[in-house]
């Protein structure tokens, strides 16, 4: 069985909350999620985790920092589809005062 991600659109329009409410617990830590460059995606298994982790009254977990990235397995992504790398934005130089 596969998987399927989900955007953050999708889980509060289920959940009946706001977008920035997902974002806000996907980056601290709260709500596991995929990043995919500067996408957030989920399952519904990590969803489902988490609201039986806050029914059951567990305390979220702590975070000192930032969380560590996850990788996204290979059954999720489609056959055939193509895999690019991450490509880092370059900076641009700033001009110099003259």
Do not use: C
Not at 61 to 71: E, K, L, Y
């Amino acid at each position: 069985m596969t998987a399927e991600l989900i955007t953050a659109d999708e889980v509060a329009a289920r959940l009946r909350v706001t977008r920035a409410w997902v974002l806000a617990e996907a980056r601290a830590g709260r709500l596991a999620h995929y990043r995919l460059n500067r996408k957030v995606r989920f399952t519904w298994d990590q969803v489902e985790a988490f609201l039986a982790d806050r029914e059951a009254g567990f305390p979220p977990p702590v975070t000192t920092g930032r969380p560590a990235s996850t990788r996204i397995p290979a059954a999720l992504f489609p056959e055939g589809a193509a895999r690019r790398g991450t490509v880092a934005p370059h900076r641009r130089a700033r001009p110099r005062a003259r």
